[in-house]
């Protein structure tokens, strides 16, 4: 429903913008603010992404977390489609998108949204005949503390 109403209401607010800016300020000059900006933020969405790719190779060199570089980046490319599509009402929301305060509340605002969730799934080659009727598995485990002395060997999962 969200998806149809975008759809309906931005080409319908770019129209009323259009007549009401072509009005005012004549026909080509407004066609000349539309190329404008779609070569401005062109230029802006490139210099943006490039800083952003360096963020995400340097983080991704150093071991860090990628998801904000990686997210950063998919809104610059987000505001570039708005930049280069033709229309005030975009183009005021793709600068909007490339301005590093904007990305960043909306970065928070989404990612407190958004609920992680999974599930694992196990699955056996052998059939239930084969298995038997018993499903418990018996092991012995030990609690390793992290603040104790290391052991031998590459982890404390295994013994030599």
Do not use: C
Request: cysteine-free; overall charge negative; hydrophobic content about 50%.
């Amino acid at each position: 429903m969200w998806l149809f109403l975008i759809f309906v209401a931005v080409p319908i607010i770019e129209i009323a913008l259009f007549i009401q800016v072509g009005g005012a300020i004549g026909l080509w000059p407004t066609l000349a603010i539309v190329v404008l900006t779609a070569f401005a933020g062109t230029w802006l969405m490139r210099q943006q992404g490039m800083m952003t790719l360096a963020k995400l190779q340097k983080s991704l060199a150093e071991g860090g977390n990628p998801a904000d570089p990686m997210a950063q980046g998919a809104m610059i490319l987000v505001a570039g489609v708005l930049l280069l599509t033709p229309g005030f009402f975009t183009d005021t929301v793709g600068f909007l998108l490339l301005l590093p305060p904007v990305r960043a509340a909306l970065i928070k605002w989404i990612s407190a949204r958004i609920i992680a969730s999974g599930s694992v799934h196990f699955s056996s080659t052998t059939s239930a005949s084969e298995r038997g009727t018993n499903t418990t598995i018996e092991t012995d485990y030990i609690i390793i503390d992290e603040d104790s002395e290391p052991r031998e060997g590459p982890s404390g999962w295994t013994k030599h």
